[in-house]
């Protein structure tokens, strides 16, 4: 690797989740030379926040809430380092995003959180590595106009995008038929309706080869994780929605294919480790030697490949339907999916409840034109409240609910 004297500033949205935790140890790994953490966004995790602090001295922090900010004082008091200047909320988020010291910026807070820090970030020309594909379903050609107009990159950190992107460089667009993106198939794949009906958080929250933050888990066990990277990857390559197929691969090897118009199909492989995944996207377009041991295809007794469930994972046709209908169904279906996977964490409906709240707010938003921020966000405040209103209708009595748990 060649000494390069002139580090890239790095920020970090969601720098204490699951791609947080990964994308500094991918920084830390590639050595000081390559990259320098100028700032960090997180939640509510300050002792994970204060750690990172302490190791990577970046010079802004944004933390969720003033408390969370008092909290963070609290944890760094009396440490000899530089303390860095702590603010909260989303514009916290949004001056991390947007920091004049940031070349890239990474996307990870989880859901709607990260769609206006992260569309910022796009609007003010650095490159995005995106995991926050909830922004992308929300407001997909928002942020990509903004992206174009001001020259920023986005590259995707999701396995399934990151690997398209490495199947599609240097292959001419109109030579690619279709897209493929490979589904572990999650913790239910071989179950039954019922059996995913009567289900536990903690059963769903047991995926089966990644191990990401519980949002993510659960919608993988729904499979909207999958219709959300449809729509992610439309807005990424520009595929239309019949160019874009799902395969169930339950062994996570494959991380997606392209299909080439003589029949052709290129794959990427790995292993299953995010770190693949967020390096390419900061080092890109050069590669760079990886801690992560590589790929034993002699390891590897069989590779499988099968069609999608649709009937017990109604999500997915869900997610075309809201790719297909566009405007700002996309946004509505996002956050009534969030909604009822809370709902589902706090134990008050069940796993297949999830589809069901978000076909009925579906099934009740006026599509809007999506060009607009202010549109978005209206269908974003309007979807949640529709959706707590049909939570509240399947919301299960607490001794059923307890009943359950035993
Ligand atoms: N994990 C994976 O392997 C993976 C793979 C592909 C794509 N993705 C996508 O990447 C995103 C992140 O996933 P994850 O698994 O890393 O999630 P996660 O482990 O739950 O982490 C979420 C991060 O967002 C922060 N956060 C949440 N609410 C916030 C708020 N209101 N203000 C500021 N920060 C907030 C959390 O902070 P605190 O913890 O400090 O509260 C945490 O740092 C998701 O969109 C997911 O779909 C993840």
Redesign the pocket.
């Known amino acids: 690797m060649t000494a390069n004297t002139n580090p890239k500033g790095i920020a970090i949205?969601?720098?204490?989740?699951?791609?947080?935790?990964?994308t500094l140890r991918v920084v830390e790994s590639l050595g000081g030379e390559q990259f320098r953490v100028v700032a960090l966004?997180?939640?509510?995790?300050?002792d994970?926040?204060a750690d990172q602090i302490a190791k990577h001295l970046p010079e802004l922090v944004?933390?969720?809430t003033e408390e969370?900010a008092h909290d963070l004082r609290a944890k760094l008091f009396g440490r000899d380092i530089d303390l860095p200047r702590i603010i909260v909320?989303?514009p916290?988020?949004i001056e991390v995003a947007t920091h004049p010291q940031a070349d890239c910026v990474v996307?990870?807070?989880?859901?709607a959180?990260?769609f206006v820090p992260t569309l910022r970030a796009l609007e003010a020309g650095k490159r995005v590595a995106l995991?926050?594909?909830?922004?992308l379903v929300m407001a997909g050609e928002l942020m990509t106009q903004a992206a174009r107009a001001s020259g920023a990159e986005l590259l995707p950190?999701?396995?399934e995008h990151n690997a398209l992107h490495q199947c599609l460089r240097g292959e001419k667009r109109s030579e690619v038929r279709r897209i493929i993106l490979t589904a572990s198939g999650g913790p239910f794949r071989t179950k039954t309706k019922t059996q995913m009906q009567e289900s536990t958080v903690s059963e769903a929250l047991r995926h089966p080869t990644?191990?990401?933050?519980?949002?993510?888990?659960i919608?993988s066990a729904t499979l909207m994780?999958k219709g959300?990277e449809v729509i992610e990857a439309h807005w990424l390559f520009g595929f239309s929605p019949d160019q874009i197929g799902i395969v169930v691969h339950p062994e996570s090897v494959v991380h997606s294919m392209i299909e080439l118009v003589d029949g052709s199909v290129i794959a990427q492989m790995g292993v299953t480790d995010?770190r693949h995944?967020i390096q390419y996207a900061l080092t890109y377009p050069e590669r760079h030697g990886c801690e992560l041991p590589p790929l034993d295809l002699t390891a590897l007794s069989a590779l499988h490949f099968e069609p999608p469930d649709l009937d017990r994972f109604p999500c997915i046709a869900l997610a075309y339907r809201a790719l297909r209908a566009g405007g700002t169904l996309p946004a509505a279906m996002n956050a009534a999916n969030e909604e009822a996977v809370q709902a589902f964490i706090d134990e008050r409906i069940s796993l297949t409840d999830i589809s069901l709240v978000i076909e009925a707010v579906m099934d009740r938003h006026h599509p809007q034109p999506a060009t607009d921020l202010a549109a978005i966000l209206a269908a974003d405040e309007q979807a949640r409240l529709s959706a707590a209103t049909e939570i509240q209708r399947l919301a299960k009595p607490t001794s059923l609910l307890a009943e359950r748990a035993v």
């Open positions: 949205l969601g720098s204490t989740g699951s791609i947080g935790c990964n966004g997180a939640g509510h995790n300050v994970t926040l944004s933390v969720e969370a909320g989303e916290g988020l996307s990870a807070t989880v859901g959180v990260g995991a926050n594909k909830e922004t950190v999701d396995s990644w191990n990401m933050g519980a949002k993510i888990t919608d994780n959300l995010m995944a």
